[in-house]
């Protein structure tokens, strides 16, 4: 049996399907691409630790601090969680999320340890103040084009998997 389709009708239900999901994608583009805020406080609180980690610390002071780190760094995303409206689907965190998280880890950790060797190996002065100073600027200028890069994919994988849907 074949129903007659009204060609205005259909586009207008699959506008109003599209629409909310083309504001999905706005709002997540529009928090990868403007919300800089998160990165420079994490930026400075690992600057924090850093310079405080470079000091002659006793051993629990030491624990004491990287627990503090800790704590701030896990509200920091608990309060950026809630800030964002839009949630996405874990199904939607694709292989560009996973090597952001992952690369970023790396970058930092790496520069890191190598900001420590040169500064312990030419024995400068204010070492650890030096070492966070590079780490903290190395995650800055990492951090968000990584960010905008991973989000960019969404909005096509959306509109592939859309148009996939509709050939079936």
Do not use: K
């Not at 504001?23 to 990165?39: F, K, L, S, W």
């Not at 310079?51 to 800790?70: M, R």
């Amino acid at each position: 049996m074949s129903t007659s389709v009204d060609a205005e009708r259909a586009w207008q239900d699959l506008q109003r399907i599209r629409v909310p999901q083309e504001r999905v994608y706005d709002e997540i583009e529009r928090c990868a691409h403007g919300g800089a805020g998160a990165t420079y406080t994490t930026a400075g609180i690992m600057w924090v630790f850093l310079a405080v980690s470079g000091l002659d610390l006793p051993q629990w002071a030491f624990w004491l601090a990287l627990t503090a780190y800790v704590t701030v760094l896990g509200s920091l995303a608990v309060i950026y969680n809630r800030r964002t409206r839009m949630r996405l689907h874990r199904s939607r965190h694709d292989w560009r999320s996973v090597a952001a998280f992952v690369a970023g880890m790396v970058v930092t950790g790496v520069t890191v340890l190598a900001s420590g060797r040169l500064v312990e190996s030419l024995a400068l002065p204010y070492g650890s103040l030096i070492q966070a100073t590079v780490s903290a600027g190395a995650f800055v200028l990492f951090a968000g084009p990584v960010n905008r890069w991973a989000v960019s994919s969404l909005r096509d994988r959306g509109v592939r998997a859309a148009q996939e849907g509709a050939g079936r």
